[in-house]
């Protein structure tokens, strides 16, 4: 089943990472500081507010809010294209 993916213009998104394997990467404070610093800096330069995250040990929620029409497929595009996905 092919997946499919959503953007619509002002509307916020639920992201949901999970750790490769599941493991548990983000269990000490070094690496959710570097997670943090990595996501204010997605933030600022591709344009979209962060309003809530939770870290926890083996996964991520985002809810990010466009600030720009483009700031999502600007954010993910190279990523989907380097796992072979339109």
């Not at 990472?17 to 997605?42: G, I, V």
């Not at 999502?72 to 996905?85: C, K, M």
Request: glycine letters at 2%.
């Amino acid at each position: 089943m092919k997946r499919r993916f959503f953007n619509d213009p002002a509307h916020a998104h639920l992201l949901m990472l999970s750790c490769f394997h599941r493991r548990q990467f983000l269990t000490n404070e070094f690496a959710r500081m570097c997670l943090r610093d990595s996501l204010e800096f997605a933030r600022e330069r591709h344009g979209f507010a962060l309003w809530a995250y939770a870290f926890m040990p083996e996964q991520v929620h985002l809810l990010l809010y466009p600030l720009r029409i483009d700031a999502v497929d600007a954010a993910f595009s190279r990523r989907q294209r380097d796992r072979g996905e339109p």
